[in-house]
C-alpha cells in the first residue's frame, strides 16, 4: 500500500478502537523508515479527531472514545520514543487536566490528553470530579506548567473561578498558566475569573497551551 493508504488505516485503526492494531501499526511505521511526526499527525492526530466529531454527534460512545484515546497514547509512545532517537525525549511542556469536582463528565478531555501526548506533551490526567485542592496539590507535585480544567454543567464552572482563586491566594497564579473549556464556559467566563485562555475544542486547546508555553 501507498503512505496514504498506510496513513488511513492508521487513523482507521483508532476510530475502531483497535489499541493492538494502532501499536502495530506505529511500529510497522518504523520498521518501513516512515517519518515517526508525519505519522502521528496525519495518521493518529487525524482519527481521533474524528472519533471526536463521531462523539459529539452520538456516532460513538464514552467507552469506545476512552479506548480510541488509549490506542492514540500508546502507539504515540512507541513513534515519540523514535523521534527521541531512543533516549528520554524533552518533553515540550507538562500539563494537567482536570475534570473540576462535581462534575463526573469526560467529554473530549480524553482527546485533549491523547493530541498533547501525540504532540509531545508530558501529561498528568487528573480524572473526573477532581477538588480544587488537589488540582493544586498535584501541579506543584508533577512541575506542570499548563493547568487545563474542564466543566460541562453550568453548576460545576464556579470550581474555575475557585482554582483560579485559590492560585492568587498562594501565590501560584504566576507559576502555571491556566486554560479552561467545557460546554457552557466561554471567552467571557474565562476573561471574568481570570483564566489565562479559554479553548473551544480539543484542537484550540493544544494549541493554546503551546500559544501559553511559547510567550
Given at each position: 500500500?501507498?503512505?496514504?493508504?498506510?496513513?488511513?488505516?492508521?487513523?482507521?485503526?483508532?476510530?475502531?478502537?483497535?489499541?493492538?492494531?494502532?501499536?502495530?501499526?506505529?511500529?510497522?511505521?518504523?520498521?518501513?523508515?516512515?517519518?515517526?511526526?508525519e505519522v502521528i499527525n496525519k495518521?493518529?492526530?487525524?482519527?481521533?479527531?474524528?472519533?471526536?466529531?463521531?462523539?459529539?454527534?452520538?456516532?460513538?460512545?464514552?467507552?469506545?472514545?476512552?479506548?480510541?484515546?488509549?490506542?492514540?497514547?500508546?502507539?504515540?509512545?512507541?513513534?515519540?520514543?523514535?523521534?527521541?532517537?531512543?533516549?528520554?525525549?524533552?518533553?515540550?511542556?507538562?500539563?494537567?487536566?482536570?475534570?473540576?469536582?462535581?462534575?463526573?463528565?469526560?467529554?473530549?478531555?480524553?482527546?485533549?490528553?491523547?493530541?498533547?501526548?501525540?504532540?509531545?506533551?508530558?501529561?498528568?490526567?487528573?480524572?473526573?470530579?477532581?477538588?480544587?485542592?488537589?488540582?493544586?496539590?498535584?501541579?506543584?507535585?508533577?512541575?506542570?506548567?499548563?493547568?487545563?480544567?474542564?466543566a460541562l454543567l453550568t453548576t460545576?464552572?464556579?470550581?474555575?473561578?475557585?482554582?483560579?482563586?485559590?492560585?492568587?491566594?498562594?501565590?501560584?497564579?504566576?507559576?502555571?498558566?491556566?486554560?479552561?473549556?467545557?460546554?457552557?464556559?466561554?471567552?467571557?467566563?474565562?476573561?471574568?475569573?481570570?483564566?489565562?485562555?479559554?479553548?473551544?475544542?480539543?484542537?484550540?486547546?493544544?494549541?493554546?497551551i503551546m500559544q501559553l508555553l511559547?510567550?
Open positions: 500500500m501507498d503512505k496514504q493508504e498506510f496513513l488511513d488505516k492508521v487513523a482507521q485503526s483508532v476510530i475502531d478502537s483497535d489499541e493492538e492494531l494502532a501499536e502495530q501499526l506505529a511500529k510497522q511505521a518504523l520498521e518501513e523508515g516512515m517519518d515517526p511526526l495518521g493518529y492526530v487525524v482519527g481521533i479527531k474524528q472519533v471526536g466529531d463521531m462523539f459529539e454527534c452520538g456516532e460513538l460512545f464514552l467507552p469506545e472514545l476512552i479506548q480510541s484515546a488509549e490506542a492514540v497514547k500508546k502507539a504515540t509512545e512507541i513513534l515519540n520514543e523514535a523521534i527521541a532517537g531512543g533516549e528520554e525525549k524533552k518533553a515540550k511542556g507538562k500539563v494537567l487536566i482536570a475534570t473540576v469536582e462535581g462534575d463526573i463528565h469526560d467529554i473530549g478531555k480524553a482527546i485533549v490528553v491523547s493530541l498533547l501526548v501525540a504532540n509531545g506533551f508530558d501529561v498528568v490526567d487528573m480524572g473526573r470530579d477532581v477538588p480544587v485542592a488537589d488540582i493544586i496539590a498535584k501541579a506543584e507535585e508533577f512541575g506542570a506548567q499548563v493547568i487545563g480544567t474542564s460545576t464552572m464556579v470550581r474555575q473561578q475557585e482554582l483560579e482563586k485559590a492560585l492568587v491566594e498562594k501565590g501560584l497564579k504566576g507559576k502555571f498558566k491556566t486554560v479552561v473549556g467545557g460546554a457552557p464556559v466561554t471567552v467571557r467566563w474565562a476573561e471574568k475569573i481570570g483564566a489565562d485562555a479559554y479553548a473551544e475544542n480539543a484542537g484550540e486547546g493544544v494549541n493554546k511559547e510567550g
